[in-house]
């Protein structure tokens, strides 16, 4: 176990049987195999925003369970590197959003001896950025050759019917009909990219269970009329 006590929870939402892998199947492949045969050393996953790395490292922890470690470096970035110290104890660590600590010495060297630790263990890391290795400013010599030996996918953006199909698949994971003229009526009328839409999603799973109502266009519309 790690020697602080991370107060994370993963999103309920945020497992493999949810993501949908249209042009991503290798790396939902890649990433259900690690789980499954449980060695190293992990993968380096990047991508623009809003395009499913929290997810993915989150379903790994998700099937991984207690042998798991998820931790989102932009959100613990203010609690210095000794977050780091006992991880290596964790069979899988999954670091979201790695770059956002590049170029930050005292950072890098944890980050360093963590890779090491993990290779004599034989534990698996996963790193998420939104840039390759060699584009993530990382200034420490020897943690970039340790990064670059990971197996390195990129994360690509879902076209406008394949954002319907996840709108739909979220759906039904969460118990809902999402009719494909309504979830085109959600694109037509909010931000495009998934976080936004999945968070829009959300909002009227809670406003029809309280409603008692389908999701439907006339429903659709007066959530997001009340919501202006």
Known sequence: MSQLALPLKLQDHAVFESFLPAGNEAIVAF?????????????????????????????????????????????????????LEGLQNRQFICLDDVDSV??????????????????DSGGVLICSASAPVRESDFGLADLLSRFSRLPVFHLHELGESERIEALQLRARHRGLDLPA??????????RRDMASLYALLDKLDTEAMKAQRRLTIPFVREVLDLSR
């Open 181 to 190: 003229e309504t979830a085109s009526y959600l694109l037509a009328r909010s």
């Open 102 to 119: 590049a170029g930050e010495e005292e950072w890098e060297l944890e980050l360093f001896g963590l890779f090491n630790a993990l290779s």
């Open 31 to 83: 990433l259900k195999g690690v789980v499954e045969n449980g060695d190293g050393p992990g993968g380096w996953i990047w991508g623009a925003g809003s395009t499913g790395k929290t997810h993915l490292l989150q379903a790994v922890c998700e099937r991984a369970a207690d042998r798991a470690q998820f931790l989102p470096l932009r959100d613990f970035r203010n609690a210095g590197p000794g977050i």
